[in-house]
């Protein structure tokens, strides 16, 4: 079982900066893939970055490619989103997700654990 906390959310002005932190608690598995998905209104979930914890792979969505920033600190057990030169199109509720198949995937049915989401506001 593995817990994800989630924040850093709020409201910024297009073309500024936040970083997304999840903190991960219970168990560890170190071929876990740590992924950030999100979320707007009338829409379906969508794939934004994701990293493998054993080798440090990275994969983005087009979307975000260039801006966003996946990363992790193994000794906080702390997955991070920094996300820079936002856009009004990137308002939505992110969420974290732990996918224990092994390698990288983007869709949100390969993930087991999720967090409880933090919404991102970029005013134009």
């Known amino acids: 079982q593995v817990q994800l906390v989630e924040s850093g959310g709020g409201l910024v002005q297009a073309g500024g900066s936040l970083r997304l932190s999840c903190a991960t608690s219970?168990?560890?598995?170190?071929?876990?893939?740590m992924g950030w998905f999100r979320q707007a209104p009338g829409k379906e979930r969508e794939f934004v970055a994701a990293?493998?914890?054993?080798?440090?792979?990275?994969s983005y969505a087009d979307s975000v490619k260039g801006r966003f920033t996946i990363s992790r600190d193994n000794a906080e057990n702390t997955d991070y989103l920094q996300m820079n030169s936002l856009k009004p199109e990137d308002t939505a509720v992110y969420y974290c997700?732990?996918?224990?198949?092994?390698?990288?995937?983007?869709?949100?049915?390969?993930?087991?654990?999720w967090g409880q989401g933090t919404q991102v506001t970029v005013s134009s």
């Open positions: 219970g168990r560890t598995y170190m071929s876990a893939v």
């Open positions: 990293l493998r914890w054993n080798g440090g792979d990275t």
């Open positions: 997700a732990v996918s224990l198949v092994g390698v990288i995937l983007t869709i949100p049915r390969a993930y087991t654990y």
